[in-house]
T-cell receptor, first 115, second 115 residues
Framework: GAGVSQTPSNKVTEKGKYVELRCDPI?????LYWYRQSLGQGPEFLIYFQGTGAADDSGLPNDRFFAVRPEGSVSTLKIQRTERGDSAVYLC?????????????FGAGSRLTVL | AQSVAQPEDQVNVAEGNPLTVKCTYS??????LFWYVQYPNRGLQFLLKYITGDNLVKGSYGFEAEFNKSQTSFHLKKPSALVSDSALYFCAVRGPNTNAGKSTFGDGTTLTVKP
């Protein structure tokens, strides 16, 4: 596609529920990244995929968070047993490949609110 | 560890005046430095980057930034501000051996340009 697409744009859920957030990267981009942005803060790295595999998941806060990219394109971020502290905007970005100088192209984000 | 500081939460300038948004960084080795802009309800957009070479880099929409190694700074500048430049600006850094996704972002500076 023309840009990085994220759905849903807004998600309101109750504490303890399961949530899935979807990211559709730019066609041909092999590297895909998930970030979390809390109010008043910059994006914080969660996980990075090169192709189908998670090359670095060191930013995932705990084992309630999991992400997949089964066919090397669309990715889903999954959050189990949501907590109020998970409320944030979840950003997805992609790049042609992962090299140091590469620029990230971001989606508009999925705003998650946990009541 | 790498870090970014954007010392000003808010910058206010009058249209037509020059603007500066400050950024200082800490990283091991030679830095890769980036500026991104975020408009309401839209994803972060790339403005410019410094990888190597000329310390003054020019980017989109008339913005430029100067890399100063001795002061570990990468301030964003524009000679004549427009009302449409009003947005949230993020500085990001990573080291040469860090994957693109693990860029560290500052907490952002809100630029308001008044007519």
């Amino acid at each position: 596609g023309a840009g990085v697409s994220q759905t849903p744009s807004n998600k309101v859920t109750e504490k303890g529920k399961y949530v899935e957030l979807r990211c559709d990267p730019i066609s041909g981009h092999t590297a895909l990244y998930w970030y979390r942005q809390s109010l008043g803060q910059g994006p914080e790295f969660l996980i990075y995929f090169q192709g189908t595999g998670a090359a670095d998941d060191s930013g995932l806060p705990n084992d309630r968070f999991f992400a997949v990219r089964p066919e090397g394109s669309v990715s889903t971020l999954k959050i189990q047993r949501t907590e109020r502290g998970d409320s944030a905007v979840y950003l997805c970005a992609s790049s042609l490949r992962d090299s140091g100088a590469n620029v990230l192209t971001f989606g508009a984000g999925s705003r998650l609110t946990v009541l | 560890a790498q870090s970014v500081a954007q010392p000003e939460d808010q910058v206010n300038v009058a249209e037509g005046n020059p603007l500066t948004v400050k950024c200082t960084y800490s990283v091991s080795g030679n830095p890769y430095l980036f500026w991104y802009v975020q408009y309401p309800n839209r994803g972060l957009q790339f403005l410019l980057k410094y990888i190597t070479g000329d310390n003054l880099v020019k980017g989109s929409y008339g913005f430029e930034a100067e890399f100063n190694k001795s002061q570990t700074s990468f301030h964003l500048k524009k000679p004549s501000a427009l009302v449409s430049d009003s947005a949230l600006y993020f500085c990001a850094v990573r080291g040469p051996n860090t994957n693109a996704g693990k860029s560290t972002f500052g907490d952002g500076t809100t630029l308001t340009v008044k007519p």
